[in-house]
């Protein structure tokens, strides 16, 4: 009887730690592969915004003036009904905060579109609004230029302003009406 108890207690003295090994280890992989995505994220985004800036002048101007700035890169399949998704970041005074966004709806497609985004926040508000509680896309008419720039107006809409780079070119305050956006929890988890 003696033997069996010590017996068990050596087997769990083996098992706490291995248990315990083996939970760190998923958590290890989870935290690289946190680690992994927010850099991909993060290139992705600082791209996104170098592209923009570099082929229109004015974006530059509402860059310097922003409050903060979000890229995304989405991906959109229409088969007869459509939805886009995607992963991106916001950048403010304050940190990153990882995002995904996305939208469907029903009409006649048929393929698939990648595009980046980048969305400048003039005031706090509007930035603290699109990381704080999920944003719905509302901005306007679209510019579309091809290679040498948009040369549509920049200027911010109702404090935001919207820029969509396609195969096509550069479309300026493109329509993202339909488009939710909200935080990764997890990407955010530290």
Known sequence: MRFASHLTIVALALLVPATALAG?????????????????????????????????????????????????????VAIGLSGSGGEGV?????????????SAGIGLGLGAQHSQMLILFETKD????????????GAGASAVAGDKGANAEAAFHDGVAVYVVTEKGLMVNAD????KYWQDKKLNRK
């Open 126 to 137: 509007k930035f603290d609004s699109f990381v704080g509680g999920g944003w719905g896309g």
């Open 24 to 76: 760190n280890e998923r958590g290890g992989k989870r935290k690289a592969w946190a680690t992994a995505e927010r850099a991909k994220i993060d290139a992705e985004a600082q791209h996104v915004l170098e592209h923009v800036l570099d082929k229109d002048g004015g974006a530059k101007a509402l860059k310097d003036k922003a409050h903060g700035w979000a890229g995304f890169d989405n991906t959109k």
């Open 90 to 102: 916001a950048v403010g005074p304050s940190g990153r905060t990882y995002m995904k966004m996305g």
């Open 176 to 179: 993202v009406s339909g488009t």
